[in-house]
């Protein structure tokens, strides 16, 4: 009786760690800081992507072309409040020079609350994060050819609420979660006007637009195994929908032409709000979003019991709408991840 007690406390304890030992992974999908703790998790990456061919890109005479390499720099931050709460951070970073676009492409803030422990038959997270497109204006500039974005802020500022979920068995974790972002339409954007526009005299060298509110959902799972004390493997997949732009009114105040003879002025008036009409007209649904479909996969190395470094790689898919600047024949990612925690 001794021996298969003995046998049954030992699969027992040696379950137990190795639940423990995958949870504390900070590659864990359901990874969550305990109290007191910070975690910290920055990442370098470069990404390889060819444009494809839609109306937009075609005018601009970029279809087809090659992108690379697209540095990419990511960092994460948490704090574990309680066991149970913690405050987080998301951030990114993007500089292209093959286009001449830089800035943020990610920015968030928020708390994350977990309703179910490891204790109950699966995990459950709620979350919800202040979205910060909005702390740089959308830049760029209006050509004949259509608009050349110099960065990558939307303008925008938005709320996300989402929800993670799933399981660890031994060494092996299976999350999935979902997203919504819902973002508020503003005037935060600076559009200059390319001077080889037709229509450039009769406005400012700068508008700025009243844009709408938009909507992203997202949704995915992801898995991680637990080699050993030292190796784990991820891999995941991610469904990412990006919806049409739109606008609604220009914000500039236009120029009244107030020094020309009467006549003059009524023309060029008349033929200012002809661009303004028509502007709007194209612009009210920009009909430029697009669909992504990620798969991911990852091998992290566990330097001691708080640092460890990661390898990834992305493939991304998607489906964009006609008017879209976003879409690509070819877009891969590939870069390393330090996670540490105090």
Known sequence: MKKPLISLIALTASVASANAL??????????????????????????????????????????????????????????????????????GYTRDNEINRKGMHRGRIGLTYRVLTEEAPFVLDLYGDAYLSGISPMKGTYTAKGFDFANYSNGRWGAIFGTRFGKTWNDFTLAAHVEYLQTFGNHNNKIAIDPENAFAPLFPSEISVELKSTHETVAGFDAMYQMNSKWSLGAGFEYIEHSDNGVKSI???????????????????????????????????????????VIKTSVAYQMTDDVQFSMFFEYTLDDAHAQSQNATDTKMELGIRMGARF
């Open 251 to 293: 914000h500039t105040q236009m120029p009244d032409f107030a020094g020309d003879a009467p006549a003059v002025q009524a023309y060029k008036k008349g033929q200012q709000q002809y661009v303004i009409d028509q502007l709007l007209a194209e612009t009210a649904d920009m009909d430029d979003g697009w669909d992504e479909y």
């Open 22 to 91: 995958a949870a504390s992974n900070m590659e864990n999908p359901l990874y969550m800081p305990q109290n007191r703790e910070v975690y910290l998790k920055p990442a370098v990456a470069m990404m390889y992507k060819t444009v494809e061919g839609t109306k937009a890109t075609e005018k601009k005479g970029t279809s087809g072309q090659e992108e690379f390499p697209v540095w990419r720099f990511f960092g994460d931050i948490g704090y574990g409040i309680t066991d149970r709460l913690d405050v987080h951070g998301r951030f």
